[in-house]
């Protein structure tokens, strides 16, 4: 089984910055691309963005410019820098992934519990 712990989450006023973590355990064979969602109260849980294992990178329009996602292979961890938030930016924020545990030959998707993101002043 696979597990994805999000961290980093907290109260920020706007302009502010917060950088949000995602570690990956368990029977991990391989690791292919990660992402970040959020979901706002009373919305749909909208895409943030991706990381390719090589790190390649794609961001939705509303984060472009603010937000940078980054990834530790070594450490199978995936972060998301946020910067100039704004109140919009409050959410639920969930990482993630597709993949391969040692135990199945099959690449599934895991999510993590998520984490509370506030912009409030």
């Known amino acids: 089984q696979v597990q994805l712990v999000e961290s980093g989450g907290g109260l920020v006023q706007p302009g502010g910055s917060l950088r949000l973590s995602c570690a990956a355990s368990?029977?991990?064979?391989?690791?292919?691309?990660m992402y970040w969602h959020r979901q706002a109260p009373g919305k749909e849980r909208e895409y943030v963005a991706t990381?390719?294992?090589?790190?390649?990178?794609n961001y939705a329009d509303s984060v472009k410019g603010r937000f940078t996602i980054s990834r530790d292979n070594a450490k199978n961890t995936v972060y998301l820098q946020m910067n100039s938030l704004k109140p919009e930016d409050t959410a639920v924020y969930y990482c993630?992934?597709?993949?391969?545990?040692?135990?199945?030959?099959?690449?599934?998707?895991?999510w993590g519990q998520g984490t509370q993101v506030t912009v409030s002043s």
């Open positions: 993630n992934a597709n993949v391969r545990t040692i135990t199945t030959p099959t690449v599934a998707n895991y």
């Open positions: 368990g029977s991990i064979s391989s690791i292919y691309n």
């Open positions: 990381i390719t294992r090589t790190g390649s990178t």
